[in-house]
């Protein structure tokens, strides 16, 4: 999955594409280089990070959505915690839908996901963008990470989602300490046991930077490899990366060290 963020403000490449043109020229070079999906966002989920009003999210995202259905063969997400925005962005040519919030944020997300049959992502998060860096406690963060997505995972289904549309997401670096993060890795396999897709996003991440001497997101791609090698080693089955190419052939040697591709 290829990031395709068209903000000014996303932590790692914020503003970089926020012109539509621009934005659907990166993903279709994403998608030449091997992603099989583009991930387009139109708010930073950056920690701090202020909301966005849905008419500009809206405005940001519907010209880059249809530029890539129309242009690229990979798959649409739409990361989004609105189901305004997400049910346009369907109608706009969007194949899945990306909600950080897991259905928390707006309360007729599931519906458009049920309406619609899109795939839906849930992901882990406590608070918002905003605030989630402000209590990072946790007793057994693998645990209480399972148990939410378990709770959201009921609430989507209650909703009228069927369970074959639905894929987890952990939530690297939402919400969370860097130990947290790192044992939410070593750990993937107890999500893995609910039985549904894994989304990993660790790319460029605060957490990898602190282990790498402080480096700067765009100087993290290596530290981003390694995190990739082990999400694959440990069962993700999506990995949401920036640097597509070079993840490529991390997912790739990972895969044939794991024995699931053949040689």
């Not at 369970?163 to 997401?169: P, V």
Request: hydrophobic share 50%.
């Amino acid at each position: 999955m290829g990031v395709v963020n068209v903000t000014p403000d996303s932590f790692s490449d914020g503003g970089l594409f926020i012109e539509a043109t621009r934005a659907i020229a990166h993903g279709e070079a994403m998608a030449a280089r091997g992603a099989s999906i583009l991930d387009v966002g139109g708010e930073s989920t950056r920690p701090g990070a202020a909301p966005v009003g849905a008419q500009e999210e809206l405005d940001r995202v519907i010209p880059v959505v249809e530029g890539l259905a129309r242009r690229t063969d990979a798959l649409i997400s739409i990361d989004t915690t609105k189901a305004s925005v997400a049910r346009a962005a369907v109608d706009a040519g969007a194949h899945i839908i990306n909600d950080v919030s897991a259905l928390g944020f707006d309360p007729d997300m599931a519906g458009v996901a049920a309406d619609t049959g899109a795939p839906l992502i849930l992901m882990h998060i406590r608070g918002t963008p905003e605030t989630m860096q402000r209590d990072v406690r946790y007793d057994d963060v693998v645990a209480e990470v399972i148990d939410f997505l378990e709770a959201r995972v009921q609430r989507a289904l209650d909703a009228g989602v069927s369970r074959e549309q639905l894929a987890l997401d952990p939530g690297f670096g939402f919400g969370k300490e860097v130990a947290h993060n790192f044992r939410l890795v070593r750990e993937l396999h107890r999500l893995a046991e609910l039985g549904l897709p894994i989304l990993f996003g660790p790319s460029r991440k605060s957490s990898l930077g602190a282990v790498v001497g402080g480096k700067p997101p765009e100087e993290r791609v290596w530290a981003t490899a390694a995190a990739v090698a082990c999400g694959v080693f440990a069962g993700a089955h999506i990995l949401r990366v920036h640097d597509v190419a070079e993840m490529i052939d991390v997912v790739a040697v990972a895969q044939a060290v794991c024995g699931e591709i053949d040689l």
